[in-house]
C-alpha cells in the first residue's frame, strides 16, 4: 500500500502540477484556482465502506484519498474586457460520493451497464464522483459481472472492490472511461477539465463548439478523440454494409427462384434483377 501511495502522490504531483502550471502561462486562461482537501482519515474510508456494504473503495482512490479529499480546479476564459468561467477539474470528497439514483435503470429504459448479471446479493451499483459536473454525471460503477483479477499482491480483487469509471450524458446513456481511478485521474487532468470532453468517449461525440475548445486547448487529446471516433464509426459503417449486402443478396436470390419454371421472359427479368 506504500507503494501505491507513493506511485498515486507522483502521479497526482505530476498531472496536477503539469496542468496548473500550463493553465497559468496560457494567454486566453485567467484566475486559476485550486482547492485541496486535507486527506480522509482510515476512520472516514472504514465508515464508508461499511455504509456501503458490500462495495469497497478501490486501492488507487484510498491512496488519493492518503493524498487530499477530493480537488478542485477552476479556470476561466480570458476575454476582451471580462473573464468567463470555464473548465473544471473535480474530485468529490469522500463524504459526496454517495449512491446514484438511477431511476432510468429502475424503469429499464437505460438501465445501468452490466445490470443483467445483477442478483439479489451481486447488485450493480454507480457511486457520484463529480457532483459538479452539468454535463451529466460521472461515476464507480461496479459490475458484478466483472471478471475476479489478480492484484499487485498476488491476491484475487472481487468485483466489489475494483470498480470501473464511467459516464452517464445527458440522455442517461452509460459510456466507458476508465478501468480504474489512477487512469480516470490522468484523464481528467490531460483534458484539462474543458467542458463535456467526457462526450469524446460516448457514440453521441461532442458538439462542435466542444470540439473546437478541446482541438485548442489539448490538441493532443484532441487528435486522439478523432481517431477513436472513426474507429467507432468505421465498425459501424462495415456492418451497415454488410447488412445492405445481405439484403440485396436475399431480394436476388428470392428473385431466382421465383423465376425458376416461369418462363423465357421471367428468366430474363430475374437476370436483369440480378444485375
Known amino acids: 500500500?506504500?507503494?501505491?501511495?507513493?506511485?498515486?502522490?507522483?502521479?497526482?504531483?505530476?498531472?496536477?502540477?503539469?496542468?496548473?502550471?500550463?493553465l497559468q502561462t496560457h494567454p486566453v486562461v485567467s484566475e486559476v484556482g485550486v482547492q485541496d482537501r486535507p486527506c480522509a482519515t482510515q476512520a472516514q474510508v472504514e465508515v464508508w465502506e461499511v455504509r456501503n456494504k458490500p462495495f469497497k473503495l478501490p486501492d488507487d482512490y484510498k491512496a488519493f484519498l492518503a493524498i487530499s479529499d477530493g480537488v478542485t480546479v477552476r479556470w476561466s476564459l480570458r476575454l476582451k474586457t471580462e473573464s468567463k468561467p470555464f473548465g473544471m477539474m473535480h474530485i468529490n470528497p469522500l463524504e459526496k460520493v454517495n449512491l446514484l439514483h438511477c431511476p432510468e435503470h429502475e424503469n429499464g429504459i437505460h438501465p445501468l451497464p452490466d445490470a443483467g448479471s445483477a442478483t439479489a446479493d451481486r447488485k450493480v451499483a454507480a457511486f457520484d464522483l463529480d457532483a459538479e459536473c452539468v454535463q451529466g454525471r460521472v461515476a464507480f460503477l461496479y459490475r458484478p459481472g466483472r471478471r475476479q483479477e489478480v492484484n499487485a499482491a498476488g491476491t484475487l480483487e472481487p468485483w466489489e472492490r475494483r470498480p470501473e469509471v464511467w459516464f452517464q450524458d445527458l440522455s442517461c446513456r452509460?459510456?466507458?472511461?476508465?478501468?480504474?481511478?489512477?487512469?480516470?485521474?490522468?484523464?481528467?487532468?490531460?483534458?484539462?477539465?474543458?467542458?463535456?470532453?467526457q462526450y469524446a468517449f460516448t457514440n453521441a461525440g461532442m458538439a462542435p463548439a466542444a470540439q473546437h475548445w478541446l482541438a485548442f486547448f489539448c490538441p493532443e487529446r484532441s487528435a486522439l478523440a478523432a481517431e477513436q471516433r472513426s474507429q467507432q464509426v468505421a465498425p459501424d459503417?462495415?456492418?451497415?454494409?454488410?447488412?445492405?449486402?445481405?439484403?440485396?443478396?436475399?431480394?436476388?436470390?428470392?428473385?431466382?427462384?421465383?423465376s425458376a419454371g416461369i418462363g423465357a421472359t421471367s428468366m430474363q427479368g430475374g437476370r436483369q434483377q440480378r444485375r
Request: glycine share 8%.
Open 1 to 22: 500500500k506504500g507503494a501505491l501511495s507513493n506511485a498515486m502522490l507522483k502521479i497526482f504531483d505530476a498531472l496536477s502540477n503539469d496542468a496548473i502550471s500550463f
Open 174 to 197: 452509460w459510456s466507458f472511461l476508465a478501468d480504474s481511478f489512477a487512469d480516470y485521474f490522468r484523464l481528467l487532468f490531460s483534458h484539462l477539465g474543458v467542458p463535456q470532453w
Open 237 to 258: 459503417s462495415r456492418r451497415a454494409r454488410r447488412r445492405a449486402s445481405s439484403k440485396g443478396t436475399a431480394s436476388r436470390r428470392g428473385a431466382s427462384r421465383g
